[in-house]
């Protein structure tokens, strides 16, 4: 089947890797972006589809339903990709309500809106929500995050996702709309904000800035490459069962603390400099309020079910990584300089 697809929040991070993923892979599909250009969108992200024939970039608000209601009656879509959300856990602490509005009254908008143009024929929709392993909460030294594990999301963040999630499901179980959720764990790679912390690490080594590692650096997480959380994704849009759940991660579990120290040595080694001169750059600051412990996604079902596997080894994957920004000092000083809204303007705008 071809569909039109509204993809939401495709200048973001995940997003971009989605639209540039669905643009070239499927060019009988058409491509909506829908994407309001927080601070996290940048279409810079997207620079080398822009001008790809199935694809089309809209700016707007998903909170904003009358405008999803014209935006669904003027293109058909036969299926929804949901990207679009505030995604930054520090953030969410000093500013929740911004995150209860785009990820919870953004997605019921969406949903919303999909469920009154699909009324009269769901038959072959899709409304696939983008989701994380954080709404489960915080794991202990053991275990794993699976499909049935119980939510206990902890931070403004995390509880806004889960929200999210269950209005999803419950519009499936209400009125009956086709929609799939996936639940990943914390991805990296080329195009990632430099809020987060493996890219604001390697801009930091860069620039030669401290390397702020929260309390004291044992905090788990399980890192997928961003390349491969999109293919997972393709795979469940395409062959997963509508009303389903799958958790997608990596079996990559590092602390943060050697994570970083990973980074420096890679770097070092990429620019030939001496053993430990980024080390040197740790520096150890006030923990995150209601720091979660430990992150790991067990993804049997999503392997078992439907084949899919990470590709990439981590060292590999974030060597790559790294590469990709030594090369691309343009776009992380777009970023960090603030000059990539300017893009918009000079695109859009004429
Ligand atoms: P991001 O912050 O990089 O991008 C979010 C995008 O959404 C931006 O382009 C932003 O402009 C847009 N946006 C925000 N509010 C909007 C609104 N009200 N209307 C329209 N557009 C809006 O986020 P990301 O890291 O790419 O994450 C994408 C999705 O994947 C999110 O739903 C997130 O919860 C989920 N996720 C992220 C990770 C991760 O490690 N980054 C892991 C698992 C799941
Ligand atoms: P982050 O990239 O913000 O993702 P999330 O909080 O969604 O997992 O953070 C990853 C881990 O790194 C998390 O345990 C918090 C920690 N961290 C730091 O130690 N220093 C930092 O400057 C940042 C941004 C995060």
Redo the contacts with the bound molecule.
């Keep these: 089947m071809k569909h039109t697809i509204l993809l939401?929040?495709?200048?973001?991070?995940?997003?971009s890797h989605l639209t540039r993923l669905f643009v070239t892979k499927y060019p009988d599909y058409r491509i909506v972006n829908?994407?309001?250009?927080?601070y996290?969108?940048?279409l810079e992200n997207l620079r080398d589809i822009e001008h790809a024939p199935n694809y089309q970039f809209v700016k707007?608000?998903?909170?904003d339903l009358p405008f999803l209601r014209t935006l669904f009656a003027e293109h058909q879509f036969t299926a929804v990709l949901h990207?679009?959300?505030?995604?930054?856990v520090d953030r969410s602490i000093t500013d929740p309500l911004a995150f209860v509005?785009?990820n919870v009254i953004?997605t019921t908008a969406l949903l919303q809106a999909a469920k009154e143009a699909w009324k009269d024929d769901m038959n072959g929709k899709i409304f696939y929500h983008?989701?994380?392993?954080e709404v489960y909460g915080s794991l202990g030294e053991t275990g794993f995050f699976t499909e049935e594990t119980a939510y206990d999301p902890r931070s403004p963040y995390s509880a806004s996702?889960a929200s999210s999630d269950h209005l999803v499901r419950a519009f499936h179980h209400t009125y009956k709309l086709p929609v799939k959720l996936s639940n990943?764990?914390?991805?990296y790679g080329p195009y990632h904000?430099p809020e987060?912390l493996i890219p604001l690490c390697i801009n930091n080594i860069l620039t030669n800035k401290p390397l702020p590692i929260y309390g004291k650096g044992e905090n788990v997480r399980d890192w997928l490459y961003v390349e491969d959380?999109v293919r997972a994704i393709d795979v469940i849009f395409h062959t997963g069962k509508i009303g389903e759940t799958y958790n997608i991660g990596g079996h990559n579990e590092w602390k943060n603390i050697d994570l970083v120290k990973e980074l420096c040595r890679q770097v070092d080694q990429k620019l030939g400099r001496d053993k430990g001169t980024s080390e040197k750059l740790i520096t150890y600051v006030t923990d995150r309020a209601g720091h979660d412990m430990r992150y790991a996604i067990d993804a049997t079902k999503l392997k078992n079910e439907l084949g899919w596997t990470p590709s990439l080894q981590f060292e590999e994957g974030i060597s790559k990584t790294i590469d990709w920004y030594l090369a691309n000092g343009e776009w992380l000083n777009h970023v960090t300089s603030g000059d990539y809204r300017e893009y918009y303007e000079k695109m859009y705008r004429g």
């Design positions: 939401t929040g495709g200048a973001g991070f995940i997003g829908l994407d309001k250009l927080t996290a969108g940048n707007g608000d998903i909170v990207c679009a959300a505030e995604s930054h509005t785009t953004g983008i989701s994380t392993d996702k990943c764990s914390n991805n904000f987060k959380h």
